[in-house]
């Protein structure tokens, strides 16, 4: 079992369930607003118009980084559909030249569902 952990912009949300549906992943958990950045700290129509001597440009990019809104999102699934869930969110995000998002794939020891007691990939299904 793993939990794929994705972090996302916040207003592709609703194409990665719709993704993650057709692949047959119907559980996910989602937390709210959450604030970051990647490498970019610029948007590049920002930097153009800074290139160009635009004022509100200037004026926008002020002296600190920016953080953008995201969304993180969690899918525990078992082995046979890591790479569907990774392929599905990949499917629903990409496409921005940059801050596309990152996902990572980590090991689940255990899962017990609190309703029936049952644990490990049974728990999953």
């Not at 993704?19 to 047959?24: H, P, S, V």
Request: with cysteine; net charge positive.
């Amino acid at each position: 079992m793993k939990t794929v952990m994705a972090i996302i912009n916040i207003d592709k949300m609703n194409a990665t369930k719709k993704a993650l549906l057709a692949a047959d992943i119907t559980s996910m958990t989602a937390s709210g607003k959450v604030f970051g950045r990647g490498k970019g700290l610029w948007e590049a129509k920002i930097l153009e118009g800074v290139k160009n001597d635009r004022p509100e440009a200037l004026e926008h990019l002020g002296k600190e980084p920016r953080l953008r809104a995201q969304r993180v999102l969690e899918v525990v699934v078992n082995d046979s559909y890591v790479q569907p869930a990774v392929d599905a969110i990949i499917e629903a995000n990409q496409g921005e030249p940059h801050g596309c998002g990152k996902i990572f794939v980590m090991p689940v020891n255990d899962v017990v569902q609190v309703r029936t007691g049952t644990t490990g990939s049974k728990a999953v299904d």
